[in-house]
C-alpha cells in the first residue's frame, strides 16, 4: 500500500470519529473536515479542493465526516486515486443510543439536531473492499478514554 494516504472516517454524529482523529491520525494527516467551513457555499467542492492540494503536496490527508454512503466516499476516493493514494476506511459501527446521549451532552454550538442524527442512521452503511478501499479498520472505544482498531476481514 502507498506511503500517501487518504483515511475516511464513516460513522454516525457523536460516535468518536473527531476524538479518534485527534488521537490517533491528526499528527500524521492534514485533517480536512466540513464542520471547519460550515459557511462555505460549496463545502463538496472545497473539502476536494483540500484534500487535493494536501495530496499533491505528499501529505496524507483523513476525512473527518459523517461519511454515510458510497454517494460520500466515490468523490473521495477518485482524488485519493488521482495522486496515487492509498485509501483506508475507518468503520465506527452504530450504537444509536450511545451516539445520541452523547449528542445530548454537547454544548449548543456542536449538538447535532435529533433529525440530523437519525437521517444518517438511515443512511450510514458499512464500507466495503469492493466500494474501492484499500483497507478497512473497525473503530470501537475500548472503555477507558482510548480505542480499540481492528481490521476487517471479508470473504
Known amino acids: ?6 483515511a475516511i472516517l464513516v460513522g454516525a454524529q457523536a460516535s468518536g470519529k473527531s476524538t479518534f482523529c485527534r488521537l490517533r491520525l491528526a499528527d500524521s494527516h492534514t485533517v480536512v473536515s466540513k464542520d471547519a467551513f460550515p ?7 472545497r473539502q476536494l479542493r483540500l ?18 454512503s458510497a454517494q460520500e466516499w466515490h468523490p ?3 482524488a485519493a486515486r488521482e495522486h496515487g493514494a492509498a485509501v483506508v476506511g475507518y468503520w465506527f459501527p452504530l450504537d444509536r443510543e450511545a451516539s445520541l446521549a ?7 454550538r ?5 433529525v440530523g442524527m437519525y437521517t444518517t442512521f438511515k443512511r450510514l452503511r458499512r464500507p466495503r473492499l469492493a466500494d474501492g478501499f484499500d483497507g478497512l479498520f473497525a473503530v470501537r472505544f475500548d472503555g ?11 470473504d
Open 144 to 154: 477507558v478514554g482510548g480505542f480499540l482498531v481492528d481490521p476487517i476481514e471479508e
Open 51 to 68: 484534500i487535493g492540494e494536501a495530496l499533491a503536496q505528499g501529505r496524507s490527508v483523513v476525512v473527518d465526516n459523517t461519511n454515510p
Open 1 to 6: 500500500m502507498s506511503e500517501l494516504r487518504l
Open 39 to 45: 459557511n462555505a457555499r460549496n463545502r463538496q467542492r
Open 110 to 114: 456542536t449538538r447535532v439536531p435529533d
Open 102 to 108: 452523547r449528542n445530548a451532552a454537547r454544548d449548543d
Open 76 to 78: 473521495l476516493i477518485g
